[in-house]
Each structure stands twice: as structure tokens, then as C-alpha cells.
């Protein structure tokens, strides 16, 4: 019985930090704050492309101009 429930505890504290690692190797890389005089951040992709990530629920577009019809 004790057995039982130190095997059963072992496990999910095992879980547990299994899970804390994946979080933390999954997190985004912090940015350093740059100075006041310092070079303007690279730009993203959205800010080239001139228009926002599109919304995932929104209804497509009939035609775009990056996928070109092959006739």
C-alpha cells in the first residue's frame, strides 16, 4: 500500500517537472531592452508586409496575389 502511493507520487511529481521543463525550454527568448540612443529593432514580418497575421477564423480570400493561378 505505502509502496503503491510513493510509486504513484513519484510519478506525478516526475510529470510535474517534465512539465515545468517543457514550459520553460518552450518560452520565448527575452529581449534586451535596448538604450534610449540605441538602433531601431529589426522589423517583423507583418510590419513589411504592411498588413496584420491574418485571423485564423476569418472566411478566406477568393484570389491572392502570393499564390498565383496556374494556368
Known amino acids: ?3 503503491t502511493l510513493l510509486v504513484i507520487g513519484g510519478v506525478l511529481v ?3 517537472v ?3 521543463l517543457i514550459v520553460s525550454l518552450s518560452a520565448r527568448p527575452q529581449t534586451a531592452a535596448r538604450a534610449a540612443d540605441g538602433p531601431a529593432p529589426a522589423r517583423s514580418w507583418v510590419a513589411d ?3 496584420p497575421h491574418p485571423d485564423a ?3 478566406m480570400a477568393t ?3 502570393e499564390i ?3 494556368r
Open 49 to 51: 508586409a504592411g498588413r
Open 63 to 65: 484570389s491572392t496575389s
Open 14 to 16: 516526475g510529470l510535474l
Open 1 to 3: 500500500m505505502l509502496s
Open 18 to 20: 517534465l512539465l515545468a
Open 68 to 70: 498565383p493561378a496556374v
Open 57 to 59: 477564423w476569418s472566411p
